[in-house]
């Protein structure tokens, strides 16, 4: 079966781009892929390579990973409970500075299955953190998790942004249609979504890319060519222009209006 390709929830690898990732994290969702989300997110941040958020793969950092014997990484992971004992045996190993550039790694995963101690114990941790430590906690049940540890941690929700994905590529798809099929009543009729959020809108000029470059791949027209190749030029400009204060009805409209233009 084909391995399926894990990525960062895009707030995730915002803030790990940007070196803004905090040292407590919860990555809440369904199992097998939150469980996922948190093994990249602690390779890519152990490895000194790692481009933005992508792990280089090669180095002796990402292969130790690989072979679950990174010095500077720690998992703790229990089938029925995870015990106060586990937890503060991760404390202590937390005092040990790391050994490679990446810092040290921790993941609790399934981190409500803590019994009520454990938490506490793992608060202890979480309160006076060594600076070089990020812990991740994994769980499909955040709010199983005391408010007290929460109030510490920056949660991101994996399943909801897997959604999110999902419906600006859906809004895409739709959008290079109306193109195609000119019509252009339904093409406007996207600027009140798209001008509603600004966030919202850069991404979905994000994925507009995607999908262009996408059906460009698989070769088509001349004309078609051109506007595969035109609309991600012009989502890009105006990607940059709706990171300020500029009037989103107003950006939207006129991207919509610009996009137009390459296919009439
Ligand atoms: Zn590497």
Do not use: W
């Not at 941790?125 to 109030?151: C, F, N, R, W």
């Amino acid at each position: 079966m084909k391995k399926q390709k894990v990525e960062l929830p895009n707030a995730l690898a915002d803030a790990l781009t940007l070196l803004k990732l905090p040292h407590a994290i919860v990555i809440a969702g369904p199992e097998k892929q939150g469980r996922d989300v948190a093994r990249l997110l602690a390779k890519t941040l152990l490895c000194p390579h790692r481009e933005g958020c992508t792990p280089c793969g090669t180095c002796g950092s990402c292969t130790s990973f690989e072979a679950e014997s990174h010095p500077d990484f720690r998992l703790l992971r229990d089938e029925k409970s995870i015990k106060v004992d586990q937890v503060r045996d991760l404390k202590a190993r937390s005092l040990l500075r790391p050994i490679g550039e990446g810092g040290c790694v921790f993941i609790v995963e399934r981190a409500d299955l803590m019994t009520p101690q454990s938490a506490k114990a793992l608060l202890k941790l979480m309160e006076e953190p060594p600076a070089y430590l990020t812990l991740i906690l994994q769980t499909a049940l955040p709010d199983m998790l005391p408010d007290t540890l929460l109030s510490r941690t920056t949660v991101y929700q994996v399943e909801a942004e897997a959604q999110m994905q999902a419906s600006l590529r859906k809004d895409a798809e739709r959008f290079i249609d109306c193109l195609l099929e000119q019509s252009y009543y339904s093409l406007l009729a996207m600027q009140p979504k798209l001008s509603s959020d600004r966030a919202g809108f850069m991404r979905f000029c994000d994925a507009l890319c995607a999908v262009c470059l996408e059906r460009l791949s698989t070769g088509v027209a001349v004309e078609k060519a051109t506007l595969f190749l035109n609309i991600p030029k012009t989502a890009m400009s105006y990607k940059e222009r709706a990171d300020g204060t500029t009037s989103m009805p107003l950006l939207a409209a006129s991207f919509l209006i610009e996009c137009k233009h390459h296919y009439s």
